[in-house]
Structure formats: C-alpha cells, structure tokens
C-alpha cells in the first residue's frame, strides 16, 4: 500500500518568515495529493490539494508543488503569521480509491 | 448545515469494557473512515467502507470492528478495549467522485 513521509516533525520560524514543509509518497498510482491544517483540539482541514496533472499550486500565501518523477511534495507558506501556528499533515490517494494516507504531521510555530 | 458528527467527545473508559463511538453524516457521502491520531504517526486509517454493508480493513484494523447498515452511520466498536488503543480517533467522509475528505470533530478516548 501507500507510505508517505513527512518532514520535518516540528518547525519553528519567525514571523514573516515562509515555511517549507516536504512530503515524499511510496505509490505511483496516488494522484492525489492534499493539505490539511490541525488546528490545537479541532479537527483536520483542507487547506489546498494539487493532482497529478499539474506541478504547482497556489492560494494566497500557500502553494504546493509536486515532482511525480520524485515522488514528493512540498507545503510552501509565505509570509507566516502566528494564525499559521498548527499541525499539517500531507496525504496521497488515488482519486477513485481507497481514503487517504497521511503522514506523520508537522508542527509548525509561528513566533511574533 | 454539512456535518460529520462524532459521539462521545471524550470518554476514560477501564480495559475490556465494550464501548461503541458513533458517527453520523449529512451529506449523502457514500464514503466513511475511521482513522486514530497519535503524535508522530499522523491520522492511521483503521476501517474503511465505500458504501452500505461493504467494509474493509485499514493499515490497523485489529481491535477494532465497525458496521455500516445505513449510509449516513458508522459506528466504530471496541469489543475488550485495551491500553494502547487510548488515543485520538476521527471519522471522515467523501463522496464517491470526489477526494476531499471531511473529518468530524474527534473523540479523545482514554482506556485504563
């Protein structure tokens, strides 16, 4: 099955400083690949999701990008402010298939 | 309004007493998940199921049961609840043409 990694585990920058965070995934077959944000004692949400059929993505000071020759993607904030502060998780799937398979989070503090 | 909602939110329960966490959706999604969070190893799928009396196995089922006898339920049991199943669970859902997963709002269990 699936195995994505994530890294790193914990991330502390400075505000306004960009935040990088990296994922690699194990299936060629994913194509599908999103972000979630954790918020501390709130449920997982979407912040952005790229496919297969393109390399970059962004919204407003987040972007994602994905090397499916590599296969590995990349969280890119910009810009961080300390409402960036939470847990991400990347995950990989195939559209049609199965639920997703996360990785194993990353702690992102924002200092001011 | 779209929810996903889990039930109890918290529960201390002692090992090998039976326990069920439910959950519920209103958006006619033909998908739902469970998955269990601890720190480190992300969100783990534990039972899956694509649509009414179909389940399948996650990447760690054992100790775990579910059923899906109607779309909008799907209740997660633990029949002799041990230790190492304290932990962070959430139930997601999707539509069937559609990956974006929606997470309900957790339930923090903690066995003795």
């Known amino acids: 099955g699936e195995n994505v990694e994530q890294h790193p585990s914990t991330l502390s920058v400075q505000e306004g400083d960009s935040a990088v965070i990296k994922c690699t995934y194990s299936?060629?077959?994913?194509?599908?690949f999103p972000w979630y944000k954790q918020e501390l004692g709130k449920r997982p949400q979407l912040i952005i999701d790229?496919?297969?059929?393109?390399g970059e993505k962004k919204d407003q000071r987040i972007a994602v990008t994905l090397n499916k020759t590599a296969k590995h993607f990349s969280l890119h904030i910009t810009e961080t402010q300390p409402e960036d502060s939470a847990v991400y998780f990347c995950?990989?799937?195939?559209?049609?298939?199965?639920?997703?398979?996360f990785g194993g989070g990353t702690r992102l503090m924002v200092k001011p | 309004e779209a929810q996903v909602t889990q039930n109890p939110r918290y529960l201390i329960t002692v090992t090998g007493k039976k326990l069920t966490v439910t959950c519920s959706q209103n958006?006619?999604?033909?998908?739902m998940s469970w998955y269990r969070q601890d720190p480190g190893l992300g969100l783990r799928q534990i039972y899956y199921?694509?649509?009414?009396?179909?389940?399948d196995k996650g990447d760690v089922p054992e100790g775990y049961k579910v059923s899906r006898k109607e779309k909008r339920n799907f209740p997660l049991i633990l029949e002799s609840p041990s230790p190492n199943q304290t932990s962070l669970y959430f139930c997601?859902?999707?539509?069937?043409?559609?990956?974006?997963?929606?997470f309900g709002q957790g339930t923090r269990l903690t066995v003795v």
């Open positions: 958006m006619n999604h033909e998908y």
């Open positions: 299936d060629s077959a994913s194509n599908y």
């Open positions: 995950a990989a799937s195939m559209e049609a298939g199965n639920m997703l398979t």
């Open positions: 997601a859902t999707r539509q069937a043409h559609l990956p974006e997963a929606f």
């Open positions: 790229i496919r297969s059929n393109v």
């Open positions: 199921s694509m649509n009414v009396e179909v389940t």
